[in-house]
């Protein structure tokens, strides 16, 4: 027996009782079994959100590779604010 897989987009949103509302109906019938995935589609992430995502994401590894490591500190000018 095999298991067909297929994706299906719908939007919605996460209500305060935190239940999923979808703005329509699924274009399918049911009832089935259904894997769901939610993004989350967040303006307001603050700059420590944004740090633990970048240090816990696999999509930044490869800025651990020491040939992406080409700078020194003589490489430039140093930068001076004066706003």
């Not at 999923?20 to 089935?32: A, V, Y």
């Amino acid at each position: 027996m095999s298991i067909v897989e297929r994706a299906i987009e719908i939007s919605g949103t996460i209500g305060e009782d935190r239940k999923l509302i979808l703005d329509g109906p699924l274009p399918i019938s049911g009832p089935k079994r259904a894997k769901v995935i939610i993004l989350v589609q967040d303006d307001d992430i603050d700059e420590n959100e944004w740090r633990i995502a970048v240090k816990t994401s696999a999509s930044f590894d490869f800025l651990n590779d020491p040939k992406e490591d080409i700078y020194t500190l003589e490489d430039g000018e140093p930068f001076v604010d004066e706003g």
